[in-house]
């Protein structure tokens, strides 16, 4: 089934009536919606123009597996739970406006910082810095654990996206349904050595980089600057200013951040090892799990980083399925340049 109308075949849960007052409170303030009477129609979200929101409400904290991780909460806490992944290098306010759409509608919506980010740390000091794909994935079901949450809607881009595919392909039971930018993201180390042509190769110069010692030092040195090139090559299209870059640029001031990163894609190249903890996991990953939980994923049309093709990924989904290509010169961070269409994603993702 067609799943670009599928929310008008079936009835939403939990959905509550717009007033004027909470269209426009929730769409300025994330974390003030208040379901204001039961919907079993389709709620139509709220008009809003992508950098209405500027802040998420107060930050919690809370204990999951290795870290301390820090999140952002807005909605009923007894709505449907989607938890809202971000990626490198950039952080939760990539979701700065898609929380108060999904809350208003209402989700429970949890957005947390990825190790390495904002206030996130890890609870011993001499725990592994580790960024390999798998341990990403493992933080996030320990945060389903933590916060009680045995199922949940999985929604990311990069990192987050891969992040979200993994647990999706690997613990399918805690997956309500997915939503990836990009698609497919799963690899490996072995299919990271492969060489690929050379336009291609390009596109990944920072991984290189990272992978010399050079890299490590000019990105802990350079690391604000170095983030905002990356915004403006991915993103080409996309007019950020400078007070939504420094934004999420904060983030970046963590301990844990430089060795994250770099280990992230020094791992990916086969050039740093792992947690021995996580090798069966990567095992199965590398067999390249399909994935049967209900997805959707996204394309940006002016994605300007490194991606696959959407006929590459279409068959690595062998459930309810479809692909969106979001028009309007929208980037490499899609939720945050076209919320709107990240949040009618999830919701129609979750209509089954």
């Known amino acids: 089934m067609g799943m670009t109308k599928i929310a008008d075949a079936v009835n939403r849960p939990r ?23 039961a919907q079993p129609a389709k709620a139509k979200l709220p008009a809003i123009k992508p950098g209405t929101n500027v802040a998420f ?10 870290l301390s991780v820090g999140y952002a909460e807005a909605g009923p806490a007894d709505g449907p739970p989607v938890i809202l992944l971000h990626g490198w290098p950039y952080d939760i306010h990539s979701f700065v406006d898609v929380a108060p759409l999904l809350a208003s509608v209402g989700y429970r919506v949890i957005v947390p910082y990825l190790r390495g980010y904002g206030p996130t740390r890890f609870a011993a000091s001499d725990a592994v810095r580790n960024g390999q794909p798998a341990a990403l994935a493992v933080d996030t079901t320990a945060l389903m654990d933590a916060l009680k949450i045995d199922k949940a809607v ?24 997915l939503v990836s930018v ?41 690391r604000v600057p170095f983030a905002k090139l990356i915004w403006q090559t991915a993103s080409p299209q996309w ?36 947690e021995a903890k996580y090798d069966e996991l990567e095992q199965r990953l590398a067999a390249g799990p399909v994935i049967g939980v209900p997805t959707i994923t996204l394309e940006g049309d002016a994605n300007g980083a490194p991606h696959p093709d959407p006929s590459a990924y279409a068959g690595k989904f062998s459930g309810r399925y479809a692909h969106r290509l979001i028009k ?11 919320p709107r269409a990240f949040a009618e994603a999830v919701i129609d993702v979750t209509e089954a």
């Open 328 to 338: 309007g010169g929208i980037g490499h961070n899609l939720p945050q340049e076209a």
């Open 182 to 222: 990009s698609g497919y993201l799963i690899g490996s180390q072995e299919s990271g050595k492969m060489p690929l042509p050379p336009k291609a190769e390009l596109a990944w110069w920072y991984q290189f980089y990272f992978a010399t010692e050079r890299g490590r030092i000019g990105y802990d040195k350079y």
């Open 154 to 177: 999985l929604a990311g881009f990069d990192w987050g996206g891969r992040t979200a595919d993994i647990v999706a392909a690997l613990w399918p039971e805690r997956v309500k349904a």
């Open 15 to 37: 959905r509550y009536v717009l007033g004027a007052a909470l269209a426009t409170a929730a769409a300025i303030q994330l974390g003030t919606a208040t379901p204001v009477g």
């Open 57 to 66: 409400g107060p930050l919690k904290q809370i204990d999951a597996g290795v």
């Open 239 to 274: 007019h950020f200013d400078d007070a939504t870059f420094m934004r999420s640029a904060a983030a970046f001031d963590n301990p844990d951040h430089v060795a994250i990163v770099i280990h992230n894609y020094r791992w990916r190249l086969g050039l740093a090892e792992g």
